[in-house]
C-alpha cells in the first residue's frame, strides 16, 4: 500500500504518523505564566535533537479553535520551558494535564502535583517527575498559522535520586520506567528490554553472513578481487 500524504487530509496524516511512529516518548512540558501560575501540558511530538549543542525539539498546536495555547504562550514571552519526562508513575496525572481545564485553573494541581525550582532557569520543573530537562529556547518558528516548531537548548537535567550513576552517569533502566505514546488512547511500557551489539568488521563476518552491499569504493577490502 502506497499513499500520497498531498491526496489526503491532515487528521488523515496525523492518524497514519502517530501510529506509524511509535513508541513515542512523551515531554510534560512546565512553563510559567505572567501571574506565575506553573503551565503542564504533554507532548509526544518530541525528541531530542543533538548533544552539541544538547538541543530539543517540540511540535506545537494550536487549539481546535485556532487560539494560541498556554505552552507556547508562554515560551514565546519567556524564552524557557521544562521537558519533564513521564514514567510509570506519571502516567495518569499526564493524562489528567492533557484535559481541556478552564482558565485559571492549574494543570499541576488538578493532576496532584508540585513543582521544584529549577537549576539554571526561572520555570519550575514538576518535583514528580523522574527526568526533567532545563531549556531556553534556541529558535521557535510558526511552521504555519496554527502550528510553531520550538528548539530549546538544554541547560541543565535533574533526575529522581537513584536513577544516575553519579561517576559513570548511566541510567538504571530497571529504576527508569519510561511509557511511550502509542496511538490515540495506547500507551505502552518500556521494560521489556534487549539487547543488539553492531558487529565488528571484519571478525563478526563470516562466509555464512547475510550479503552485505558492494561498497562504492573499489579500492575497499570487499571491491577487490
Known amino acids: 500500500m502506497q499513499i500520497d500524504f498531498e491526496k489526503i487530509t491532515p487528521h488523515e496524516r496525523y492518524k497514519l504518523l502517530t501510529a506509524a511512529?511509535?513508541?513515542?516518548?512523551?515531554?510534560?512540558?512546565?512553563?510559567?505564566?505572567?501571574?506565575?501560575?506553573?503551565?503542564?501540558?504533554?507532548?509526544?511530538?518530541?525528541?531530542?535533537?543533538?548533544?552539541?549543542?544538547?538541543?530539543?525539539?517540540?511540535?506545537?498546536?494550536?487549539?481546535p479553535d485556532g487560539s494560541i495555547k498556554d505552552t507556547t504562550r508562554h515560551i514565546l514571552d519567556n524564552g524557557e520551558f521544562v521537558i519533564n519526562l513521564v514514567d510509570r508513575r506519571l502516567a495518569e496525572a499526564m493524562a489528567v494535564c492533557a484535559a481541556r481545564l478552564p482558565a485559571g485553573i492549574s494543570?499541576?494541581?488538578?493532576?496532584?502535583?508540585?513543582v521544584s525550582g529549577s537549576q539554571c532557569i526561572e520555570t519550575?520543573?514538576?518535583?514528580?517527575?523522574?527526568?526533567?530537562?532545563?531549556c531556553r529556547t534556541w529558535e521557535i518558528r510558526q511552521i504555519t498559522p496554527t502550528r510553531h516548531l520550538a528548539v530549546g537548548e538544554i541547560?541543565?537535567?535533574?533526575?529522581?535520586?537513584?536513577?544516575i550513576d553519579p561517576e559513570t552517569l548511566y541510567f538504571d533502566m530497571s529504576a527508569y520506567e519510561p511509557v511511550g505514546r502509542l496511538v490515540a488512547n495506547s500507551y505502552c511500557h518500556t521494560d521489556d528490554r534487549f539487547?543488539?551489539?553492531v558487529p565488528r568488521w571484519p571478525e563478526d563476518f563470516s562466509d555464512t553472513s547475510p550479503p552485505l552491499p558492494l561498497p562504492s569504493n573499489p579500492a575497499s577490502p570487499r571491491g577487490q578481487s
Open 21 to 63: 511512529v511509535v513508541p513515542r516518548p512523551i515531554a510534560l512540558v512546565s512553563t510559567l505564566g505572567p501571574d506565575g501560575m506553573v503551565n503542564a501540558a504533554p507532548f509526544s511530538f518530541f525528541n531530542v535533537f543533538s548533544e552539541d549543542p544538547a538541543l530539543a525539539v517540540l511540535g506545537l498546536q494550536h487549539a
Open 107 to 114: 494543570e499541576i494541581e488538578a493532576a496532584g502535583l508540585s
Open 124 to 134: 519550575p520543573r514538576i518535583a514528580e517527575a523522574p527526568v526533567s530537562l532545563e
Open 155 to 163: 541547560v541543565a537535567l535533574s533526575a529522581r535520586d537513584g536513577l
Open 195 to 197: 539487547e543488539l551489539s
